[in-house]
């Protein structure tokens, strides 16, 4: 069987989504900018987030291609 895509990453997308809201709402101006040091750590959340969400996709690709050439796990 095919292992699932960790919960727990699930939880890490919602916190990490949970702190870079918190810091767009708490410092960004009427313009939507940021201060530079917390610009900086906006970009750093989303970047991971990236990488999170591509992780997840390249998962779900490998699954389907998978199952595709019949080489489920059971």
């Known amino acids: 069987m095919t292992t699932a895509y ?6 890490d997308v919602l916190s990490l989504a ?3 809201d918190a810091i767009i709402r708490r410092f960004a101006d009427d313009h ?5 040091a917390h610009a900086v750590d906006a970009a750093q959340i989303a970047h991971r987030l990236s990488e999170i969400h591509e992780e997840q996709a ?3 690709r490998r699954l389907s291609r998978e199952h595709r050439e ?3 796990h059971r």
């Open 6 to 11: 960790p919960v727990s990453t699930q939880a």
């Open 70 to 72: 019949g080489k489920t």
């Open 18 to 20: 949970d702190d870079y």
């Open 32 to 36: 939507g900018e940021l201060p530079e």
């Open 58 to 60: 390249e998962h779900w």
